[in-house]
């Protein structure tokens, strides 16, 4: 079976090189793509529409096409557009209709099968119009629902706006879906055909550090380190987090926030209120990961009714878990019981609630938060790695390719 990969994905180190590719959704691509090469080897194709700010974000005005090393021995072929506002969507759509085409005719004879990554209008027009005349059939990862998040001028309000029609219509007609959060089906898509794959990393990945964090080596009279690492956006609960320190009993917590977005100015105003209070910034996914490694505390307090919240998986979860350092996390949907079994869980969102947890972990044994650190990573590994999910995706692609409907 011929299977076509059609997403955003670009080669890691570039990833912090531009404005507009995510991080984690770049690692998510790359996880699945490596997953599924040592399932369908030279059987699978990858195109991509490189992720990108258009000008004048970005100084590239051409987006060329040509072929982009992913990993091991997979390449992306880039499809071209123009990169101005309005033109680079129109071309995208087009040139990514010719190369579906090509694909399909070259194939003819072959099962195939289109995996794309989310159903915005670049992607899923080209490929259920191509699917529908070459009777192909197509399964989308819906990681991203139509939900806007960024702060747009009135031309991308209307843009956006369009764009989240065109996707709500457009995941219902695909042939199946893999989603990351089960309530994403009950809003968008309850009659499709669905599997549920939520965050994953790469088992190359694994961290090489002991579990446990700042806890392996922190004196009693060291000061902790709390870190924050992500968006800087309302939905994150970064503010209810810089509140929750003027509650904080225990003298010797500091908070360490790392990342960009629309909360800069809070937060550096938060700093000159709080000295313990640090705002890091924006650095690369491995130093980011070091941070986590070498933390007293990881905090996720995204907000839990916020609409990004329950309709996605909060991926920095895995990250966060992998550290081995301990976290803390607000009660969202997106996750099951064992991310909650193996975490300090906020009862609630408010910044009185969200000190009494750190607090109650300040005042834990060390050994105790070493072997909370260690579970959680020995859960990640064991379950929530690329090559055991791409096995169920595999599968899956595989029996919608046969027409079997069952899941």
């Not at 194709?45 to 091991?72: C, M, R, S």
């Not at 009660?331 to 408010?350: A, I, M, P, R, W």
Request: charged share 25%; with cysteine; net charge positive.
């Amino acid at each position: 079976m011929e299977v076509l990969f059609l997403g955003s994905v670009i080669n890691t180190k570039d990833c912090t090189k531009y404005i507009g590719p995510s991080v984690a959704g770049n690692k998510m691509q790359i996880g699945i793509i490596k997953g599924l090469s040592k399932r369908f080897k030279n059987k699978l194709t990858v195109f991509t529409q490189v992720p990108i700010g258009a000008f004048p974000k970005e100084k590239k005005i051409w987006l060329g096409n040509g072929k982009i090393h992913l990993v091991d021995n997979t390449e992306g072929h880039k499809i071209p557009s123009i990169n101005i506002l309005i033109l680079k969507q129109l071309f995208f759509i087009i040139n990514t209709c010719i190369m579906l085409v090509n694909w399909s005719i070259k194939n003819r004879k072959e099962e195939k099968i289109i995996l794309t990554f989310n159903a915005f209008l670049m992607i899923s027009l080209p490929v259920l119009l191509v699917a529908k005349i070459f009777k192909v059939k197509n399964v989308c990862i819906f990681a991203d629902p139509p939900i806007d998040v960024e702060q747009r001028g009135a031309i991308g309000r209307i843009g956006k706006k369009i764009e989240n029609v065109i996707t709500t219509f457009s995941i219902k007609k695909y042939d199946g879906l893999i989603v990351l959060n089960e309530k994403s089906i009950e809003k968008y898509a309850p009659s499709s055909k669905y599997i549920l794959i939520d965050g994953g990393f790469d088992l190359d990945d694994c961290p090489a550090n002991p579990p446990g964090g700042q806890w392996l080596t922190t004196k009693t009279e060291d000061v902790i380190t709390g870190v924050f690492s992500g968006a800087l956006f309302e939905y994150n609960g970064v503010k209810n987090l810089v509140l929750a320190m003027k509650y904080i009993k225990s003298d010797n917590f500091h908070l360490k926030i790392y990342g960009t977005g629309p909360l800069d100015e809070y937060i550096k105003e938060a700093t000159s209120w709080d000295n313990r209070i640090k705002f890091m910034g924006n650095i690369s996914n491995d130093k980011i990961l070091k941070v986590q490694q070498e933390a007293g505390i990881l905090i996720n307090p995204r907000k839990v009714n916020d609409a990004i919240s329950l309709y996605t998986f909060p991926s920095k979860m895995i990250e966060y878990f992998l550290s081995g350092t301990p976290v803390a996390t607000t009660k969202l949907n997106g996750l099951t019981k064992e991310y909650f079994d193996n975490s300090f869980v906020f009862q609630d969102e408010s910044p009185e609630e969200i000190a009494r947890t750190i607090d109650y972990i300040m005042s834990q044994d060390k050994a105790e938060l070493i072997k909370r650190g260690t579970s959680a990573r020995d859960f990640i590994v064991n379950n929530k790695n690329w090559d055991k999910h791409c096995h169920e995706i595999a599968h899956f692609l595989k029996n919608i390719n046969i027409g079997e409907h069952k899941y």
